[in-house]
């Protein structure tokens, strides 16, 4: 839904072209930029390190929060630890746990054609004969699907209690729209090329929610689980940036 309403608010900034002398697109980056970085810096003072440090929280909401930590952080026998202490060997047992580069292999297939996707598709989009601001006007729909399937897959995965095959399936309905893509001639069939966009997001949004929960619910103790998914999601971003 992010990605759907950016799409709108670029649709929107886009007509500030040549205002200071700055291009449409520029000024998308530097307004959508600002935000995320004026609230990325003020977070290491308003963001809780946990629900008993939350002062605005009353002391139920806290105990809630404790609860629902704990169920997601289970360990051996029932006995839960969500605020144990440093430990190197946490770490090491992270960073060797075969497991872990496994999902981050698959974290990486989804990662780099999401991204790919979402940063190209308003030039797709564009290159069939639309201007700019409808080419990031026919993003949103394609990003509400995406929202959509992903709730689908989600409830689909809780209601079989199983988390794989809505991970898989996904994928392929993702690789089907990418190969129709290239099988395709760009762009005699504009319409059918706009139609094929849909099965991306509806394929690569929804595995992020199993391959993470994946994760973090079959790791512990703490340390182990935030290196865990810290290796998860920032090395395949890490390579993906160096490629």
């Known amino acids: 839904m992010a990605s759907a309403f950016s799409g709108l608010l670029a649709a929107a900034i886009v007509n500030m072209d040549g205002i200071a002398g700055l291009s449409g697109w520029r000024w998308i980056f530097i307004l959508e930029g600002i935000v995320t970085v004026v609230v990325g810096a003020t977070l290491y003072w308003i963001l809780p390190d946990s629900p008993q440090t939350a002062s605005w929280l009353e002391p139920w909401e806290q105990q809630?929060?404790?609860?629902?930590?704990?169920q997601d952080s289970g360990t051996k026998g029932g006995r839960v630890q969500t605020a144990d202490k440093?430990?190197?060997?946490y770490i090491i047992a992270a960073l060797t746990d075969w497991k872990i580069w496994l999902a981050v292999l698959v974290y990486w297939g989804n990662s780099i054609p999401l991204y790919g996707f979402t940063y190209s598709a308003p030039t797709i989009i564009h290159n069939l004969g639309y201007t700019s601001i409808e080419a990031?006007?026919?993003?949103?729909?394609i990003y509400v699907v995406g929202a959509i399937s992903t709730v689908l897959f989600s409830w689909l995965s809780d209601r079989h209690q199983t988390r794989w095959p809505f991970i898989l399936i996904p994928f392929?309905?993702?690789a089907c729209g990418f190969v129709a893509l290239l099988a395709i001639p760009h762009p005699k069939y504009p319409g059918l090329t706009y139609g094929i966009l849909f099965t991306i997001p509806a394929g690569v949004y929804p595995p992020i929610i199993g391959v993470l929960s994946w994760v973090g619910n079959n790791l512990s103790p703490t340390w182990k689980r935030s290196v865990g998914m810290v290796s998860l999601s920032r090395i395949p971003g890490f390579l993906h940036g160096r490629n």
């Open 64 to 70: 809630y929060l404790i609860n629902r930590l704990a």
């Open 86 to 89: 440093f430990q190197w060997r």
């Open 136 to 141: 990031q006007l026919l993003t949103v729909p």
């Open 172 to 174: 392929t309905i993702a």
